[in-house]
């Protein structure tokens, strides 16, 4: 009950969304950009969260994140200068350090200090783990943050163990929200019926499955069972919630590219991370697709997507290199772009979510939703993070699940 009543005190933009919400969860680590794209004395500019970053490398290529405005004249910094450790504001100037310290005014021999600590820019921690660089965008004061390796997925610190290859960044045009409803774990064996069996997976398949998805002549068929005569079936998967799993009208399991087995971890991580595990066959090695969604503003959103698999020697990280970039690849760009569209056309977030009706196999969604707004209203009435009762992130949540 008393929960209930503070839930009321926010007010909501629609149904699960205390206003605020619609724009990111703050206070937790976000992949921001690629390592790559990131050179040595170029700030680069960008959005995340509804808030305008500039990220630049420091003389000893640390990646530092601050917000993009020089507090003198409201400018943007991106468009200024790395010197050392700093960043110089392209107008007038003004220098300041990763922490946000203003360290510079040029025309002050002596600056007051009193002026010089106003002009304070917001700062970011930042880090760089798995080729990606990440910032906790929260405030360290109110919310310190944890630990890097307690909040991203373990592959990501054990190179030895692992072997993971990021595929391209995607904006896609929905807000976050919308997003992360699309990654249902039962509309894969309908919309991804096609994508599921392109010509790359076919190579990787074994010849009993090509032969059911091809037929005796090797020709391709757009399916083995037409769309129409499928049907989807709802199953519980061990540990990693409700999937669906794609059926003729007889009830006979179809292959559709995963097969199920008992997982470890979460499906879902706050902020915003989806993990699939997948093994397109029994005798294929099993494989985990991350997802991390990242919000950009009330209307877009920037998707981070690498897919990961145990590696402990050279040759296998060759050949599962190969394997990457010829098949899971492929199939994953073509489920990307079909996930996307669906995401653009879901309409607005407070009109899609006042409009839908929502049927049983919704619940892990309605869950998750819960869960994002649940830790939204802990943070705006509690001064906790999330609930004591969410476990995620955490090394428990995070581990490879196969």
């Known amino acids: 009950m008393a929960e209930a009543a503070q839930n009321q005190r926010l007010s909501e933009l629609v149904r699960d969304v205390p206003a605020g919400l ?67 504001c392209a107008y007038h100037g003004l220098r300041f350090a990763g922490s946000g310290d203003c360290t510079l005014i040029p025309w002050e021999q002596q600056p007051n200090a009193g002026i010089q600590q106003k002009l304070c820019v917001r700062a970011y921690k930042a880090a760089e ?7 906790y965008l929260g405030d360290e004061k109110a919310f310190p943050a944890p630990p890097i390796e307690q909040s991203l997925p373990e592959e990501l ?24 409803d699309g990654s249902d774990a039962y509309h894969a064996v309908t919309l991804h019926v096609e994508s599921q069996q392109h010509d790359a997976v ?33 199953v519980e998967t061990d540990g990693h919630g409700l999937r669906g ?23 879902f991580n706050l902020p915003g991370l989806i993990t699939n595990a997948l093994r397109p066959v029994d ?8 997802l991390f969604q990242v919000p950009i503003s009330y209307t877009q959103t920037r998707m981070f997507r690498y897919a990961a698999w145990r590696a402990e020697t050279e040759s296998e990280r060759t050949h599962l290199k190969q394997h990457f970039e010829k098949v899971v690849k492929p199939r994953q760009l073509k ?23 929502l049927l049983s196999p919704d619940r892990d969604m309605v869950r998750i ?19 004591e009762q969410e476990a995620t992130p955490s090394r428990e949540t995070l581990v490879f699940p196969v």
Request: hydrophobic share 40%; with cysteine.
């Open 369 to 387: 939703r819960r869960r994002i707004a649940a830790a939204f209203t802990a943070q705006k009435l509690q001064g906790r993070r999330a609930p």
């Open 129 to 135: 783990v798995g080729g990606m660089v990440w910032a």
């Open 157 to 180: 610190f054990a190179d030895d163990k692992f072997v993971h290859f990021w595929l391209p960044t995607e904006v896609w045009d929905a807000n976050w929200l919308l997003v992360v």
């Open 283 to 290: 005798n294929a090695a099993p494989y985990v697709s991350r």
């Open 22 to 88: 619609e724009l990111g969860l703050r206070n937790y680590w976000y992949p921001i950009m690629h390592s790559a794209e990131l050179p040595q004395g170029q700030p680069v500019g960008l959005t995340c969260l509804g808030e305008d970053l500039v990220v630049f490398r420091d003389s000893k290529g640390a990646p530092q994140v601050l917000f993009d405005r020089c507090p003198h004249r409201y400018v943007k910094l991106s468009i200024g200068r790395v010197f050392g450790d700093e960043l110089q």
């Open 245 to 267: 799993i794609s059926v003729d009208l007889e009830g006979n399991h179809l292959e559709h590219g995963h097969k199920l087995a008992p997982l470890r971890g979460e499906r």
């Open 335 to 357: 489920t990307s772009a079909e996930d996307r569209l669906m995401a653009s056309v879901g309409g607005d977030l407070v009109e899609s979510r006042a409009n839908e009706m």
């Open 202 to 234: 076919m190579q990787y398949l074994d010849n009993d499955v090509v032969t059911q998805l091809k037929g005796n002549d090797g020709n391709a068929k757009r399916a083995s069972i037409p769309l129409a005569d499928r049907r989807v079936r709802i």
